[in-house]
């Protein structure tokens, strides 16, 4: 078991999501489940197979909420994820969906 600092130390993820996850619900997928665990960050589309999120909140919520996004919703498929862990920012209040850059 980690120690209390570890679980209660912000941490920030990035990932690049890439299967079937457009017209299938999967950007309101994560943001319901960011919303259930309190993260923050966004989530948006990238191109027709790849979605891309920015997440906020502690490292073991992040892992929780990284093995559910690899689950998506029903009709979605996930084939394959980049992860990146970078520096906590605290510059989001909340979870939102954000347009194709």
């Given amino acids: 078991m980690g120690n209390d600092i570890t679980l209660k130390t912000p941490a920030r993820i990035h990932l690049v999501i890439t299967g079937r996850v ?7 997928y994560v943001q319901k489940v960011a919303a259930s665990l309190s993260i923050n ?3 948006r589309n990238v191109r027709y197979d790849q979605v891309e999120v920015t997440a906020e909140g502690v ?3 992040l892992e929780q909420f990284l093995r ?3 689950i998506g919703p029903r009709g979605s498929r996930v ?5 990146s862990y970078e520096k906590f920012s ?3 209040s909340e979870f939102g969906i ?3 850059r």
């Fill in 98 to 100: 954000r347009t194709r």
């Fill in 90 to 92: 605290g510059e989001f």
């Fill in 68 to 70: 559910l996004v690899k």
């Fill in 79 to 83: 084939d394959d994820v980049e992860i």
């Fill in 41 to 43: 960050g966004w989530v």
């Fill in 59 to 61: 490292r073991p919520t």
């Fill in 22 to 28: 457009q017209n299938v619900g999967f950007r309101s």
